[in-house]
């Protein structure tokens, strides 16, 4: 696997690719798949003596892997860097057909241009945006599935996030959030990842969830399951958030119907630009808005942040759950999401070990 050390000799400086293992702190186990570590791929282009980063986290659900995203940026990188970095409209033409099956490649372009033009114009991406920084929401912390015991021990360290994510959707849900309430009362989102397989166990797990205290559910059943969460909805009181079946701002029309809200990943949307344009339409449509994360390092996770102040929820601890973080980035106080008044993503690599 190449890497950030030997990155420099391959002569391509100007554009560089390399695929890191992110070590999960706790296996990290949710409906579909269980993991104990990611290999992601960051892009890291360079011009005027200027550096972007972009990061792509493949997730096997969308039929991604390291390999297929490494091969689409390979393809892209001569379009890339024969174009006008300031250009993004172009740009995107460039590296938008490309990129269809493996929409994280195209998520970590996007960000390492949008990171480098910051850079270069020297406003970080949400003033660029007409954003403001102390208007960041809380973030919530994920609690991946496990025995009773060890998320308990989670929730107890997880204890200066003030509002949680508990993953279910397998045969313990009821364990597990009885094991949340036993150390906290804290408000709760539960995230069944597509696990819930009928419209008649989806509901009673529902309201039995708000009744302890859930706040909302996200993808109860599977994203082909349209007519049957419609059905749900009508008939359950917390909001139902679709992320599994939303993708791109393509997608959101038809869901408009069954669910109260999306959860938009720059991963899923192939990027800072086009999450944007998702943000504003399901607005148009009444519709809530999560930004949510793949599991990532702080390029990808502060890049989502800097969109932040646009959404309802936040879900971006994706770099919180990795026990080796090759850069830092935006922080979390007291579960609220801080971008520091640096340009573009205001990355840096290395970690400051506080
Ligand atoms: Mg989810």
Excluded at 81 to 91: F, K, P, Q, R, S
Excluded at 152 to 169: F, N, T
Aim: with cysteine; hydrophobic share 45%.
């Amino acid at each position: 696997m190449a890497s950030f050390d030997n990155a420099e000799q391959d002569g391509l400086a100007g554009f560089t690719l390399s695929t890191e293992r992110l070590m999960l702190k706790h296996t990290w186990t949710i409906a579909r798949c269980s993991d104990d570590f990611k290999d992601n791929v960051f892009v890291r282009i360079e011009r005027d003596g200027i550096v972007g980063w972009g990061e792509a986290a493949p997730s096997a659900r969308y039929g991604e892997s390291p390999a297929k995203t490494s091969a689409v940026l390979e393809q892209a990188r001569a379009g890339f860097e024969a174009g006008d970095w300031l250009a993004y409209v172009e740009m995107r033409r460039r590296w938008e057909s490309l990129t269809e099956g493996q929409t994280c490649a195209g998520a970590a372009l996007d960000m390492a241009l949008l990171d480098w033009a910051g850079c270069k114009l020297g406003v970080p991406l949400y003033r660029l945006w007409g954003l403001d920084a102390d208007q960041t929401p809380i973030t919530t912390y994920s609690i991946g599935i496990d025995s009773p015991e060890v998320v308990r021990r989670k929730v107890q360290e997880a204890a200066q996030y003030p509002v949680l994510k508990i993953k279910v959707g397998l045969d313990n849900d009821a364990e597990i959030i009885a094991a949340v309430r036993e150390v906290t009362d804290c408000p709760l989102r539960v995230d069944a990842n597509e696990g819930w397989r009928d419209k008649e166990t989806a509901l009673e797990k529902i309201r039995w969830l708000q009744d302890m205290g859930v706040e909302l559910i996200e993808q109860p059943m599977p994203a082909e399951m349209l007519a049957e969460t419609a059905w749900l909805r009508q008939r359950v009181d917390i909001p139902i958030i679709a992320d599994e079946a939303v993708k791109r701002a393509a997608d959101i029309p038809k869901l408009a119907d069954a669910y109260d809200g999306i959860n938009i990943k720059l991963m899923k949307a192939g990027g800072l630009q086009e999450a944007r344009g998702m943000i504003h339409l399901a607005r148009a449509l009444g519709m809530k808005i999560m930004l949510g994360c793949m599991v990532a390092s702080s390029v990808a996770i502060t890049a989502a942040a800097h969109l932040s102040p646009l959404v309802d929820y936040a879900d971006l601890d994706g770099n919180l759950l990795i026990a080796n973080d090759p850069f830092t980035g935006v922080t979390v106080k007291k579960g609220r999401l801080i971008l520091t008044d640096q340009p573009g993503l205001g990355v840096v690599q290395g970690s400051d070990d506080v």
